[in-house]
């Protein structure tokens, strides 16, 4: 199965900084990655598929890049309401999808 | 507009047999290109993708729990069904359905809209 590995782990920022997350998985996926949000005793949130394509209604201030192996999740300047945790997950193959570990991101 | 429920049990106990029930709106299980696949989370840890089962009812399975599943749907109903057995205490979790996508690429899909999760706690 393909694995993906999320860095950081955590991390701690201030609102109005750039924060990127990385994702990177074990074996090429193409653009088959998407990411999510979740806030405390809230399902997950879709941001970005396809791992460029913004979902609708989400903010403009995240952006994901990558293709193959590695890829990235900007937030262009943090706002209070993005403190949540982040993963990753590919869908490169019908049989198994998986998510990253998760990225926490808290207030500096 | 489309909406996710889970509903079942929210205590079980070890070696007992897991059965919930995603209730969706919204859209129709017989939608190409779209699916419905469950996914859990045991307090405090990542997401974990447990099966989804597509409209031409096509299925597939976590291969490390692919023994213990079974998911399976009633169009009719609107319902998608997974059952889990010899359930143990490492299997609580919120339990989460959610519709899965076909994406542009690969052969799997995302995950764009999600229910509001069901915490099942196994214990005796």
């Known amino acids: 199965a393909i694995q993906l590995t999320q860095s950081p782990s955590s991390l701690s920022a201030s609102v109005g900084d750039r924060v990127t997350i990385t994702c990177r998985a074990s074996?090429?996926?193409?653009?088959?990655l998407a990411w999510y949000q979740q806030k405390p005793g809230k399902a997950p949130k879709l941001l970005i598929y396809d791992a460029s394509s913004l979902e609708s209604g989400v903010p403009s201030r995240f952006s994901g890049s990558g293709s193959g192996t590695d890829f990235t999740l900007t937030i262009s300047s943090l706002q209070p309401e993005d403190f949540a945790t982040y993963y990753c997950?590919?869908?490169?193959?019908?049989?198994?999808?998986?998510f990253g570990g998760g990225t926490k991101v808290e207030i500096k | 507009q489309v909406t996710l429920k889970e509903s079942g049990p929210v205590l079980v106990k070890p070696t007992e047999t897991l059965t919930l029930t995603c209730t969706v709106s919204g859209f129709s299980l017989s939608n190409a290109r779209m699916g419905v696949s469950w996914i859990r989370q045991p307090p405090g840890k990542a997401l974990e993708w447990l099966a989804h089962i597509f409209s031409n009812d096509e299925k597939s399975y976590s291969t490390s729990l692919k023994s213990r599943l079974t998911i399976s749907k009633d169009t009719s109903k609107s319902q998608v069904v997974l059952t889990m057995t010899n359930m143990d205490p490492v299997d609580t979790a919120t339990y989460y359905c959610?519709?899965?996508?076909?994406?542009?690429?690969?052969?799997?899909?995302?995950?764009?809209?999600w229910g509001q999760g069901t915490l099942v706690t196994v214990s005796s």
């Open positions: 997950q590919q869908f490169n193959s019908y049989l198994s999808l998986t």
């Open positions: 959610a519709r899965i996508m076909v994406g542009d690429y690969g052969e799997g899909g995302y995950f764009d809209y």
């Open positions: 074996q090429g996926i193409s653009s088959a």
